[in-house]
């Protein structure tokens, strides 16, 4: 396994919320869970896990009447995005590499079962 592969990062949820979040200063907690197209429970629960492992800040607050919140990227949640994003890249290129080059182990491969 790559070294710069983060499984805790992997998670699809999380990985969401972290590629969301990449380009941004502040991203509002709404805009999350609609861009994800997850509840608000979901969302919070992976917010709160990579809160946990100081991937990402979150920020409460109140707008005249209404709750919110924002979450933004850490330095730590940004370098390990980036180096999770490396990690796939690679994995992508040798998977490419690997298709283009011709099959050397079992040139007539038995047919496989229909089923």
């Known amino acids: ?10 998670v699809p949820a999380r990985l969401s919320v972290v590629a969301l979040l990449a380009p941004a200063d502040w991203v509002d907690f709404a805009f999350l869970r609609d861009s994800i197209g997850t509840s608000d429970s ?5 917010v709160s896990a990579l809160a ?5 800040e979150v ?3 109140q707008d005249k009447r209404t709750r919110r919140t924002s979450v933004r990227l850490t330095p730590t949640g940004r370098d390990a995005f980036q180096r999770h994003a490396a990690a796939l890249e690679r994995i992508v290129a040798l998977a490419k590499t690997s ?3 011709p099959a050397h ?11």
């Open 1 to 10: 396994m790559d070294p710069l592969f983060d499984e805790f990062l992997h």
């Open 42 to 46: 979901a969302l919070s629960k992976q």
């Open 52 to 56: 946990a492992a100081g991937y990402v």
């Open 59 to 61: 920020r409460k607050g």
């Open 105 to 115: 182990d079992n040139p007539d491969p038995a047919p496989r079962p229909q089923t």
């Open 99 to 101: 298709a283009e080059q």
